[in-house]
């Protein structure tokens, strides 16, 4: 519904719809690449425990600088990091808004290399960023060449990389990381949001993190650590850049109920990413069944797969809603995407997707 026009929004603003995945009631959610399996009990109890011990204390505002769970990310991501080198937020989302809150804005340009993340583009916009999107090849890898005559050309203030790509699921090679950094003159982000679930021998931006000082690697919970609804999101850098994004964050943005249970689930680290294996074996099944099955499919180090391709996709996507199966209308036209569910979530999707191709 557009907005009535005696709302007095930014010119800018006006006519866009919020950003969001459909939520449809009572269907198999394979539509926002989220992990199938909660918290067990136990670490349940134990999150909600960590949380009870601070609501005697939410009278207080929360740790500002979090640093608690911030030395636990660090400690988690290895790679000698300290809790001075790693930032959390509200999701990786809110991540990446201060990050073009501190390195973008008025007359600053992020550059991106589309089929990306589709929230990139709304930062760029609330934060009065110039947009500038290179393309992927047809495999959906960057061209370093192509990738070096764009960044000659738009100088751009902060890169945007994916790394496993959302919503094909490429991981970029180091060597392009490398590249790419070396030419930026500003800061370059491997969004790492997917990075447990890459396949064995692909690397993590994290190992080239000391090499470069405008290196940003974001990560989240929501994916391998099963937190979506946890909302944390962080990331790895110089402490300096650390300290940047310091600036630009409200006081107080993450509370205390999130901290606690973030620090829980980290304790309980463990057992959280012990599916992670499952899913990718569960990732590769589901990726050769459907070049089994005829489709054309997209190689993905993520929890999901995109494939296709369809001349009215839009009609295979809501065969399978009729179906009770919600998947992603998203990525290039003629494509979907899947994600990762249980194995009797895989099967229904595909019984359905059979049923609504023949
Ligand atoms: N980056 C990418 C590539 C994503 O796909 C997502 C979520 N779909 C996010 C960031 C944001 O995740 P969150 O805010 O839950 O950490």
Redesign the pocket.
Known sequence: MPLPAWVPIREDLRGFEPYGAPQIPDVINLN??ENPYGPSAEAAADIAEAVRAVATTLNRYPDREALDLRAGLADYLGHGLTMDRVWAA???????LQILQAFGGPGRTALSFAP??S?YPEYARDTHTRWVTGQREEDFSVDVDRALALIETEQPDVVLL?S????TGTALPLDTVRALVEAAPGVVVV?E??AEFRRHGTPSALDVLEEFPRLLV?R????AFAL?GG???YVAADAAIIDALRIVRLPYHLSAVTQAAASAALRHRDELLARVDELRTTRDDLAAWLTTHGFEVADSDANFVLFGRFDDRHAIWQGLVDRGVLIRETGPDGWLRVSVGTPDEMQAFYTSLLEVTR
């Open positions: 926002v690449n509200n999701g990786s989302n809110e991540v990446m990306t993340y929230m994916t496993p790509n959302n919503p969004d949001a997917y974001t989240t919970m929501s994916k979506a909302r944390l999101g």
